[in-house]
């Protein structure tokens, strides 16, 4: 059975910073992109970063680039989201994803999701 199961989500103020893990367990993701996505309430889910599970330049959106950074852990099976800066519209549910081909922006490209880890910023 394949799971994604993220953690680290909480209530920061703006300017904090804040980690997310996604661990991955039930398959071989040597093939897949891991993705991270949010989506706040009333709006569609947002592409937020991506990346290979065999390494090479992740892929961060216009919005959170130069402030968050999605790294991979393959001994471990876990993805990161480090959040750092934070500003209240980053307030989301935010959704790890893995999936291996189609338009990677789009969250219709991604197989597993994971139950999602709220992230709230005050100002």
């Known amino acids: 059975q394949v799971q994604l199961v993220e953690s680290g989500g909480g209530l920061v103020q703006a300017g904090a910073s804040l980690p997310l893990s996604c661990a991955a367990s039930?398959?071989?993701?040597?093939?897949?992109?891991m993705g991270w996505f949010r989506q706040a309430l009333g709006t569609e889910r947002e592409y937020v970063a991506r990346?290979?599970?065999?390494?090479?330049?992740?892929v961060s959106s216009d919005s959170v680039r130069g402030r968050f950074t999605i790294s991979r852990d393959t001994a471990k099976n876990t993805t990161y989201l480090q959040m750092n800066s934070l500003k209240p519209e980053d307030t989301a549910v935010y959704y790890c994803?893995?999936?291996?081909?189609?338009?990677?922006?789009?969250?219709?490209?991604?197989?597993?999701w994971g139950q999602g880890t709220q992230a709230t910023v005050s100002s």
């Open positions: 990346i290979h599970w065999r390494g090479g330049l992740p």
């Open positions: 039930g398959r071989d993701f040597s093939n897949y992109w």
């Open positions: 994803a893995a999936g291996y081909s189609g338009n990677m922006y789009r969250p219709e490209s991604y197989i597993y």
